[in-house]
């Protein structure tokens, strides 16, 4: 089981994003590659802290971790922050180290540059409430740049190979040394030798991939899933972005969510709520069949246990509520109206609410208990 982010941190749940900053910061500069070189544990420890705070500086992705856990972004292959490299926590988090460390990072094995990274790429994703019940596999055409097999890079001749030129300037203060990215090579530092023909500046092509994407059960509307290293390729031999999936639930005819349950109306008739029935209703595992009790009320809520949504945690299954809806009719024969007329003061007919019928507000509060 992973480790949660917090206690990785060495934080608090309501610690404050300055609080979750420091501790990283912290973290990261005990287990840096620079003080640790050719330790094992230490780049293991390093990676843990960079994925955490990956998540947890991160508002949105945060409370996403807090609602669903690691499974929040864990569901399907490729997904989640589990995958970074050295590279990765470089380029996204180089800033938190300030110049401890003479403001280059050698990295476990060497190499002081910062590679760059492709762009990400964003699809939108429609599922049905079956297949989110269910979870489901999808087949997703992207159309993402890639490397030209015929595209040959050289070092950069302005910045070295190291993607960033210093300047010094004369100040009333003494000299000041400043770095700011390459124009050149765009921070790559990779220079582009061997244009082939139909690619780009950076020797990239548009190719169209078929991507597999398996999305886990219990996943919402508006969730964000992650497949590293599926955006754009980055020239030479940067990081490739990642794929940013955005789940669309579309709506059920007949059902709606509210958490981990589900809710559907049943209407029955004025006879089968006197007299009882059994009925048989569509659920997203199937058809059920259930029994209405004689004189069942309007408003009436039958918890169905287990026949609502999977936990993204994994904590089993949430309930389908199913509210009873007497239908009264509209429109009567003479025989069916001189039956109620007679009926009118029958003392059968007569509202007599048990001392144990719940009221509209009770049923209500039970429904989100």
Not at 78 to 99: A, P, V, Y
Not at 183 to 189: E, K, N, R, T, V
Request: hydrophobic letters at 35%; aromatic letters at 8%.
């Amino acid at each position: 089981m992973k480790e949660d982010y917090y206690e990785i941190l060495g934080v608090s749940k309501s610690a404050s994003a300055s609080e979750i900053k420091k501790a990283y910061r912290k973290k990261a500069l005990q287990y840096h590659p620079d003080k640790n070189p050719g330790d094992a544990n230490a780049e293991q420890q390093f990676k843990k802290a960079a994925e955490a705070y990956e998540i947890l500086s991160d508002q949105q992705k945060r409370q996403q971790y807090d609602q669903f856990g690691h499974a929040a972004f864990e569901g399907g292959q490729g997904f989640g922050g589990g995958g970074m490299n050295m590279e990765d926590i470089f380029s996204q988090f180089g800033d938190i180290f300030g110049s401890a460390f003479g403001g280059g990072f050698g990295g476990f094995g060497g190499g002081g540059r910062r590679a760059t990274k492709g762009k990400n790429l964003r699809v939108r994703v429609k599922l049905t409430l079956e297949e989110l019940v269910l979870g489901v596999e999808k087949k997703i055409k992207v159309k993402r740049k890639v490397q030209a097999p015929e595209a040959r890079f050289s070092t950069c001749g302005t910045c070295g190979g190291s993607g960033q030129v210093m300047r010094v300037t004369n100040t009333v203060l003494g000299r000041m040394q400043t770095a700011s990215t390459c124009s050149a090579c765009g921070g790559s530092g990779q220079s582009l030798v061997n244009r082939p023909p139909g690619s780009d500046v950076n020797g990239l092509i548009a190719k169209e991939e078929l991507v597999s994407v398996n999305i886990p059960a219990g996943v919402e509307d508006g969730m964000q899933l992650k497949m590293s290293g599926k955006g754009n390729d980055a020239p030479g031999n940067g990081i490739s972005g990642d794929l940013i999936i955005l789940i669309q639930v579309e709506s059920h005819k007949s059902l709606s969510r509210e958490g981990d349950n589900l809710h559907m109306d049943l209407y029955v008739s004025l006879p089968e709520a006197i007299l009882g029935a059994s009925k048989e209703i569509d659920t997203v595992q199937g058809p059920v069949r259930i029994r209405l009790e004689a004189g069942i009320q309007s408003g009436k809520i039958l918890r169905l246990k287990g026949k609502g949504i999977p936990s993204l945690n994994g904590y089993g299954k949430g309930d389908l509520l199913v509210h009873v809806n007497v239908w009264t009719p509209q429109h009567l024969s003479k025989e069916q109206k001189q039956f109620f007329e007679s009926a009118r003061n029958d003392e059968h007919f007569v509202p007599e609410p048990k001392k144990g019928d719940k009221s509209f507000f009770d049923r209500v509060k039970d429904m989100f208990s």
